[in-house]
């Protein structure tokens, strides 16, 4: 669950053109997640403060009950972050 929160603010600071990496995540279980069941997410920016940007995201089934929430801190940063260890392009032969 941790995992699809982390991506899904990754998602959400995507769609808002602000590259950042997480800090923290607070990730609380307020009820099982079943495997093959339908969940709706939401996730919003609370404050953006800075280098600094404050997110919180809710799982609910379908219509009904949270089953998880998170808050994180992430921490904006350049593009050219995310080109730091990536294996160099291939080289074309010809």
Do not use: C
């Not at 590259?19 to 919003?44: F, H, K, M, N, W």
């Amino acid at each position: 669950m941790a995992t699809v929160l982390d991506d899904l603010f990754g998602f959400l600071l995507y769609l808002t053109g602000t590259p950042a990496v997480t800090r923290q995540l607070e990730v609380r279980y307020d009820a099982p997640v079943i495997l093959g069941t339908s969940y709706e997410l939401a996730a919003r920016v609370v404050r953006d403060d800075g280098r600094k940007l404050f997110v919180e995201a809710e799982m609910a089934e379908v219509g009904g009950t949270v089953v998880a929430a998170a808050s994180a801190l992430f921490l904006k940063v350049d593009i050219a972050h995310f080109d730091r260890g990536a294996p160099p392009a291939p080289v074309d032969p010809d």
